[in-house]
T-cell receptor, first 114, second 115 residues
Framework: EAAVTQSPRSKVAVTGGKVTLSCHQT?????MYWYRQDTGHGLRLIHY???????EKGDIPDGYKASRPSQENFSLILELASLSQTAVYFC?????????????FGEGSRLIVV | QQQVRQSPQSLTVWEGETAILNCSYE??????FPWYWQFPRESPALLIA?????NKKEDGRFTIFFNKREKKLSLHITDSQPGDSATYFC??????????????FGRGTRLQVYA
């Protein structure tokens, strides 16, 4: 049974509209992340969180907000979606600890902005 | 500027051959190097990882060779199988970040193994 689940799995959004991507984990992990994947660009970190009610900026936070209302849930919010935000978004979780812990990814959410 | 570089961008081998995927990095403070693989339409998953205290890490048919002086590493897949066809991401972690998820990923190598 998947431990990191994302919704929606696929979405078409209109430019300027608001998009919310949701992530739920049952790993009991403290850390959660949102990554963006574009063809030819690997995975880039947008936002992350290590405790509920707190979020941190990653490498490419511009145009995105994040929300961590509980340990299990982490959302990515695009207030004004733009064409350049068309991508696949992955949520991930990891156990608290030093460098070397494994990232567990969700199934991905494919977003197309038109 | 890319902190983690991978080559080649794509690689094709025949079943039974050894596939060699290369990775290099800029920051000498990186201290943890995982490789993640991703099958088409699936999410990435950890394959194998190494720390600079070792120059080799083996797990079945998968071996990482690490050269700290040259800041290079490579993933060797021996006896390649069609089921190994995937995109392989090299990543690196800086201990100063204290956040394991702050991995810097390369752009990936797409491996195709033909039967």
């Amino acid at each position: 049974e998947a431990a990191v689940t994302q919704s929606p799995r696929s979405k078409v959004a209109v430019t300027g509209g608001k998009v919310t991507l949701s992530c739920h984990q049952t790993n009991n992990h403290d850390y959660m992340y949102w990554y963006r994947q574009d063809t030819g660009h690997g995975l880039r970190l947008i936002h992350y969180s290590y405790v509920a009610d707190s979020t941190e900026k990653g490498d490419i936070p511009d145009g995105y907000k994040a929300s961590r209302p509980s340990q299990e849930n982490f959302s990515l919010i695009l207030e004004l979606a733009s064409l350049s935000q068309t991508a696949v978004y992955f949520c991930a979780s990891s156990d608290r600890g030093s460098s070397g812990n494994t990232l567990y990814f969700g199934e991905g959410s494919r977003l197309i902005v038109v | 500027q890319q902190q983690v570089r991978q080559s080649p961008q794509s690689l094709t081998v025949w079943e039974g051959e050894t596939a060699i995927l290369n990775c290099s990095y800029e920051d000498s403070t990186f201290d943890y190097f995982p490789w993640y693989w991703q099958f088409p339409r699936e999410s990435p998953a950890l394959l194998i990882a190494i720390r600079p205290v070792s120059n080799k890490k083996e797990d079945g048919r998968f071996t990482i060779f690490f050269n700290k002086r040259e800041k290079k590493l490579s993933l060797h897949i021996t006896d390649s199988q069609p089921g190994d066809s995937a995109t392989y991401f090299c990543a690196a972690s800086d201990p100063g970040t204290q956040v394991v998820g702050q991995l810097t990923f390369g752009r990936g190598t797409r491996l195709q193994v033909y039967a």
